[in-house]
């Protein structure tokens, strides 16, 4: 894309003049904050940024982007944000999508997607319910979870989207908590920059239908034992005291503190995102309480040719070595059978 010279935007350029209808107190609206904080430092000029949603509570969020956005189907945001950015690969496309919403329904897609690695970004809400339609359990409630639909607890086994995302071969992989908005606005504009998919889990906080689901990583108390932020080429190091780390225990991570059993700074592991290996990756995102903490931050960011970079090259190829050059060619081409 040729350089253009793009007049200063702020956060108020991307507001709308008109109520943000969530419920009071929801985590959207700290997310909504950080996206229209990101966008004035992506380089890209208002009119070439378009926000797609399917449904649910999160899909509302093009109507309150100041920019050019579709609510369109029940899981169907990600082939429509496909198509969008094929045809007009300058355009800057983010999905804005919930946990029920592209982990089932839209399950199939989301992977795809992910799998061919097309430029466009992600933002997974995942308030681990349906709250749209009052509070049934998701694909990524909880086993055991108690909801509307699972009165005696769920007994399916949730997913996590850093899995699925690994096991699509994913190219970019976030997650951030509605709880830290600098955080979540740093990581939405190091997302805009990955050429491929970029997939930002955001564990949301539903007030309403699933509050508090997110506090044993979130909590002022346990936030720093409970969570750790992963930044490339830094040390995996953590807690209150900043003496927790990782290091490798055989084919698992462990937890160990520095100064005890001879463990040092220089033990613990160092974070590599853009490794082209996800295997490292894989584990990271597969930490959970109560033997490790929560992987927040970017944990995979590995460059390589996406897929619209290579239906380009195609698209140019055969427009160099094609014989057939108007639509009448075309027609009258092969085989053609002449009515009387």
Request: hydrophobic share 35%; aromatic share 8%.
């Amino acid at each position: 894309m040729e350089n253009i010279k793009i007049d200063k935007l702020s956060k108020k350029d991307f507001q709308v003049d008109q109520p943000v209808k969530w419920c009071a107190g929801c985590g959207s609206y700290s997310i909504l904050s950080a996206v229209q904080n990101a966008l004035p430092e992506i380089g890209v000029k208002k009119e070439d940024i378009v926000f797609i949603s399917g449904i649910g509570c999160s899909s509302r969020f093009p109507y309150y982007m100041e920019t050019y956005g579709f609510h369109t189907l029940h899981g169907r945001a990600n082939p429509i944000a496909t198509g969008t950015k094929l045809a007009n690969p300058d355009l800057s496309v983010w999905v804005v999508t919930g946990d029920g919403d592209s982990m089932a329904i839209g399950g199939n897609h989301f992977i795809h997607t992910l799998r061919r690695n097309i430029d466009i970004n992600i933002l997974l809400f995942n308030n681990k319910i349906y709250a749209l339609t009052k509070g049934q359990y998701s694909p990524t409630t909880p086993f055991g979870g108690v909801t509307k639909t699972s009165p005696d607890g769920t007994i399916e086994h949730p997913f996590k989207p850093g899995e699925l995302a690994m096991g699509a071969e994913g190219t970019f992989f976030a997650r951030v908590v509605d709880t830290e908005p600098k955080r979540m606005k740093d990581v939405f504009i190091k997302a805009a920059q990955h050429k491929g998919t970029s997939l930002i889990e955001i564990m949301e906080n539903c007030v309403i239908f699933n509050n508090k689901i997110h506090s044993d990583i979130t909590g002022k108390e346990v936030k720093d034992d409970n969570q750790i932020y992963l930044e490339h080429g830094e040390k995996m190091i953590f807690g209150k005291e900043r003496n927790k780390g990782l290091v490798l225990d055989g084919l698992k991570l462990k937890v160990v503190t520095i100064g005890e059993n001879g463990i040092t700074e220089d033990d613990i592991l160092t974070h590599d995102a853009k490794s082209p290996d996800d295997t490292m990756h894989y584990l990271l995102t597969r930490m959970t309480l109560p033997e490790h903490p929560v992987a927040t931050g970017i944990i995979r960011s590995f460059d390589v040719v996406n897929y619209g970079q290579l239906l380009q090259e195609q698209v140019d190829y055969a427009k160099e070595t094609t014989k057939i050059n108007t639509v009448d060619e075309l027609l009258n081409s092969g085989n053609t059978f002449i009515l009387k």
